[in-house]
């Protein structure tokens, strides 16, 4: 099959609009988004089962900016990327496969000292986690470090891995188009006449897994879901939204259950979410400054390599298991959230669904203190009756789903003083906490499994490249990762009145995903849980955890720019 590439489409395809007019309400008090000016990863997401990532150093700025310039059509702007995914979404419907139509996807993005070196006035930039680097906060957000606060075991982003100015995102649905892109960039900078003035310091491919694992993270969970909604039109028809509608019941979702968030919290220059708001409905901002007003239509991009010990924590579901007279898939869904197939935990707290998982209008519709309401499928109330799970017996409180994104449970940063204000805002502020994650796995798959954990025979070095996007890295991602993830007082507040009856300790642990514990060198990590018992009722359960299964190697904090800012700022 011939590879397609579109390169200019501002507004959508017949076709696909046709297929998405129903989902497509006029929304006249929305912005119109510069597509054409902003790169594609960031608001379209490029979707594919194909990416590496490509580290450069910036060794001679005024090369650099030549053959930067040179670089520039070949930048994806969100205008091709999101008619490409109508495109790819519409035949598949109406094909039945996929694979019938491909392109291949480039981005960029520059680390503040990358920018230090090709702008005079890098230093307007207001984010201080940007402008100080994830390596120099890794301390911080409780990275292994040693006596000096140096990052341990990185291999891309750390003080003794060279200099990380410039990160190339390269994307595709085909390995050969993925090396030939990558060999196109490579190429260029070695053979530019006079001197690309750059070198590469890191290359890595990402990849989906293979079935049965395709969609998956390597501890074989599904990845990707809860994803936010943002607001805003394609163009200037007020029914061509972003985000379709599709959740007739309430005008502010997307899909059931994704709320709909002003889109300056992912992208400069536009209104983002009113922190002051009273309700969702009602929480237009400001519009978002980064500083630079040539900074405006770009985004800040976090990026982690987190290498994934897939037998560690398979061994710990097992053993688990064993103590607790279950079974280890079911340890794994309440540590998790969700169960292999995505299915919430909250919704189906006994068994897996995974037609519950697979329904995108469903698996993410709903509230850890919202009622039930019927489903035309029977996926609630024929599984558990209506009610809440206000004590965390179906969800626990600890678990990685809850942890990042709490949703109308109580959370620390409210904005009120008092308890009752905390409590009647802490979903709108929770919404200021939101990213745009456009991660994917590295490395093979893993033999083990949580039945039959099984440990490679020589060290494999596999995990998650996590990306994500937003317009603060201070109050999004820094602030998930300490005051929710790493903080295990967290949810105490909301967990009040139900707490783990004949247990002294308070806090009811950190995430046991991603969180990370670093008293005084010791990463051991604990956490509660309810399981229930054959009476009816429900028993709590302290596990711990001695050694982290996730472990940070490497990463970055980056800006990626508008178009027009790699043309007349970056490259000139």
């Known amino acids: 099959m011939t590879q397609q590439i579109i390169r200019e489409a501002p507004t959508p395809p017949p076709l696909a609009g046709q297929l998405l007019s129903k989902m497509r309400p006029p929304t006249p008090d929305e912005p119109v988004l510069r597509v054409n000016n902003i790169q594609g990863n960031i608001l379209g997401g490029f979707n594919k089962d194909l990416q590496t990532l490509l580290f450069l150093e910036i060794e ?5 900016k030549q053959w930067l310039k040179t670089q520039i059509q070949f930048i994806a702007t969100a205008s091709e990327v999101i008619a490409f995914n109508r495109i790819f979404k519409a035949t598949r419907k109406r094909r039945g496969r996929e694979g019938s139509v491909k392109a291949t996807w480039v981005n960029v993005a520059f680390s503040f000292e990358g920018l230090k070196k090709l702008t005079n006035d890098a230093d307007a930039f207001t984010d201080e986690a940007f402008k100080s680097g994830l390596a120099a906060r890794a301390a911080q957000l409780n990275d292994p470090v040693d006596k000096d606060g140096k990052p341990i075991g990185w291999v891309v982003g750390g003080p003794d891995n060279g200099k990380v100015d410039v990160v190339f995102i390269v994307a595709s649905d085909e390995h050969s188009d993925l090396q030939a892109e990558v060999a196109r960039i490579v190429e260029s900078i070695v053979t530019f006449p006079k001197g690309s003035g750059a070198k590469i310091t890191f290359i890595e491919e990402g990849a989906t897994l293979p079935p049965p694992l395709s969609g998956h993270e390597h501890f074989g969970n599904l990845d990707g879901l ?23 019941e309430d005008p502010n979702q997307g899909k059931p259950g994704q709320d709909l968030l002003w889109s300056g919290e992912f992208v400069f220059g536009y209104e983002g979410q009113d922190e002051n708001a009273k309700t969702l409905d009602d929480s237009k901002g400001q519009v978002v400054s980064a500083g630079p007003s040539w900074a405006d239509d770009g985004s800040y991009l976090v990026f982690r390599r987190l290498r994934q010990d897939v037998f560690k924590f398979h061994e710990f579901l097992k053993d688990t298991a064993e103590d607790l007279d279950t079974n280890p898939r079911k340890v794994s869904a309440k540590l998790v959230g969700r169960w292999p197939s995505g299915a919430p935990t909250v919704r189906t707290p006994e068994k897996d669904n995974p037609s519950l998982g697979d329904d995108e209008l469903a698996n993410n519709d709903f509230e850890f203190n919202g009622e039930d309401a019927p489903d035309e499928k029977g996926f609630k109330n024929d599984v558990v009756p209506p009610s809440k799970d206000a004590t965390g017996i179906r969800c626990p409180f600890i678990a990685h789903t809850r942890k990042t994104y709490p949703r109308n449970d109580k959370t620390p940063g409210g904005t009120g003083e008092t308890e009752q204000e905390i409590i009647d805002t802490s979903e709108v502020t929770t919404q200021k906490r939101r990213l745009l994650r456009r991660g994917i796995p590295y490395g093979p798959v893993s033999p083990s499994t949580p039945d039959n954990p099984q440990q490679d025979p020589n060290f494999v070095d596999r995990g998650l490249h996590f990306l994500a996007y ?5 109050k999004q991602f820094e602030f998930v990762t300490q005051a929710w993830v790493n903080n295990a007082d967290f949810s105490n507040t909301a967990a009040e009145g139900h707490q783990c009856e004949g247990i002294p300790e308070i806090p009811l642990g950190h995430d046991p995903i991603i969180g990370q514990s670093n008293e005084g060198g010791d990463r051991t990590r604990t956490f509660f849980i309810r399981l229930e018992d054959k009476q009816g009722g429900s028993q709590c359960k302290k596990l711990t955890a001695p050694e982290d299964w996730v472990i940070p190697t490497g990463g970055g904090y980056f800006f990626a720019p508008s178009i027009s800012a790699l043309g007349k700022v970056l490259s000139s």
């Open 60 to 64: 001679n700025a005024c090369a650099f």
């Open 470 to 474: 937003q317009t603060s890295i201070e």
């Open 226 to 248: 809860s994803q936010p909604g943002i607001r805003g039109r394609v163009s200037d028809d007020p029914k061509d939204v972003l985000t379709p509608r599709e959740n007739p």
